[in-house]
């Protein structure tokens, strides 16, 4: 959730006693060694106000929201107040950032108030980002600009929508930053299924401290695969659990077009979720080698490159893994090959899950010979004639139940015959395929979205924030990028691309 540091925005909701406030907090890291984090309180901000509570994710973690918008409520959402049962640390990481490892970085404007079971039954950290200093800041100022954190909002909602694993946060205000100029602030409260990252692991590799490493992975087993502890090799089946997820995830970032900008091995999450945003981005005309991330300078982490990426990163772990594979495997030259074939499973599990994707989104419900083929040639002819990747994908559902249909994709391409001739080998794939019309449409409907959070149109809303002190676009926004599926009337501002005057060509960190 967003928070404001100017006269408050909260409505009159006091009668909601404040003794509703009841955030049953578990402090599981903290019964870690203290070397795993250091304990700190956020630095208070001057009149905290409300930008946005995120109800749904409230009632998941079984909160009451009235109480959560409550002064009070807003008090300990900005960090203003300790919620009684919370612990605040700041994790210890390390990380390659940009291929360039640092051996200490850890939460420099975070704090992890502790975890809340869910009514999912999972456990999931509830973390402030901006919420002042820490031991590990750097020089920083523990502050987030107001601009990347409503990027981030936005951009976690519209995943979590899209069904892509995301932390989803509320937002408040914050104290004012400094960065080229004096700018509003604002405190995220970021919820995860945890805060462990590859960098976390790499942090006691670097040190030597393979107790550190093992009580790590035993942490991170409990947590998030808890059958990997009755296995006979519990940290190679966990590494495998690791390497999954992160290799469907990555494979439903391409699939949307969505640009992660600084996959970091402290940007990529045990727990297979999209976090750190960033400098994130979502294709407009399909390029592989597209980068906006004003910070990439070398295009490390282009749209195409990004499975490369998470290979390298999961590398990392691995490596930071190995004493305690071979271990288990009772050599070293065993534990070497456990995590080579871990390694080997990343890109059978990314190509399996992109091309099951792929498939989904041209209408091609029956396995067939060729069909990734297809689809890769599809997009070759896209990246050639600068066809919009979302609108591309979602007009071929009207094409697929009728040719009449494909002229809105035609439109899309420089050269229209170049979709013509790709079409005609689709239409003899789509007769072959006995899937019944209304579940290809649908199937088809939901495998591609209509709206996406396009890059000029958050840029407008953050404009308005700053400028302005304007939020309605940013509601605006967050109810077209909640429902990425529907066909709405008025939806046209969300569907259509950005003209050139309008185009956004870099995206920033904010920190």
């Known amino acids: 959730m967003p928070l404001h540091d100017e006269a408050s925005t909260i409505h009159d909701i006091s009668s909601a006693a404040s003794d509703a406030l009841r955030i049953p907090f578990s402090n599981t890291y903290t019964a870690l060694p203290d070397r795993f984090y250091a304990k700190t309180r956020a630095t208070p901000v001057a009149a905290p106000s409300l930008i946005r509570l995120n109800e749904p994710l409230a009632a998941l973690l079984g909160l009451d929201a009235r109480a959560l918008a409550t002064p009070e409520g807003v008090e300990v959402l900005s960090g203003n107040r300790v919620a009684e049962g919370s612990e605040p640390i700041a994790l210890a990481y390390a990380g390659h950032q940009f291929g360039h490892f640092v051996p200490q970085l850890g939460d420099g404007r975070a704090l992890l108030l502790g975890e809340v079971i869910a009514a999912d039954g999972l456990l999931y950290d509830i973390q402030l980002k901006g919420s002042g200093p820490t031991p590990f800041s750097r020089r920083g100022d523990g502050r987030a600009a107001l601009g990347p954190v409503l990027r981030e909002y936005i951009l976690s909602e519209a995943m979590a929508a899209l069904g892509v694993p995301t932390t989803p946060a509320p937002v408040t205000t914050g104290q004012k930053v400094v960065r080229e100029t004096v700018l509003p602030g604002a405190v995220f409260t970021r919820v995860a299924a945890s805060h462990l990252r590859v960098g976390t692991f790499q942090f006691f ?304 960190c904010g920190t």
């Open 205 to 508: 590799a670097a040190r030597s401290d393979i107790e550190g490493t093992r009580l790590l992975a035993d942490y991170a087993i409990a947590r998030h695969d808890p059958e990997a502890a009755q296995a006979e090799h519990r940290y190679r089946a966990f590494l495998d659990g690791v390497i999954a997820r992160q290799a469907r995830l990555v494979a439903q970032w391409m699939l949307l077009g969505f640009i992660h900008g600084v996959m970091n091995t402290d940007n990529t999450s045990i727990s297979g979720e999209t976090i750190d945003y960033g400098p994130c981005a979502f294709l407009e005309a399909y390029d592989p080698a597209k980068v906006y991330s004003s910070i990439d300078q070398q295009g490390r982490y282009a749209y195409g490159n990004q499975p490369n990426a998470m290979q390298w990163n999961l590398t990392r772990l691995a490596e930071s893994l190995l004493p305690l594979l071979e271990a288990e495997s009772g050599s070293e030259a065993a534990g070497m090959t456990s995590a080579k074939e871990a390694l080997a499973g990343f890109a059978t599990t990314f190509h399996e899950a992109l091309h099951a994707g792929l498939r989904r989104k041209l209408g091609l419900l029956t396995h067939r010979e060729g069909d990734e083929a297809l689809a890769l040639d599809l997009l070759d002819r896209m990246a050639a004639n600068r066809a919009d990747f979302t609108l591309t994908f979602r007009s071929l559902r009207d094409a697929a139940a009728s040719p009449a249909g494909g002229a809105a994709v035609r439109a899309l391409f420089a050269d229209p015959t170049a979709y013509d001739t790709w079409a005609i080998a689709w239409r003899q794939h789509l007769d072959q395929d006995p899937t019944a019309p209304e579940l290809r449409a649908e199937t088809m409907r939901l495998a591609n979205p209509a709206v996406i959070p396009r890059n000029h149109l958050v840029q407008a809303v953050i404009d308005a924030a700053i400028l302005r002190d304007d939020f309605r676009p940013f509601e605006d926004l967050l109810e077209a990028v909640t429902h990425p599926f529907e066909d709405r009337p008025g939806l046209d501002l969300y569907t259509t691309p950005a003209r050139p005057e309008e185009s956004v060509i870099a995206t920033f």
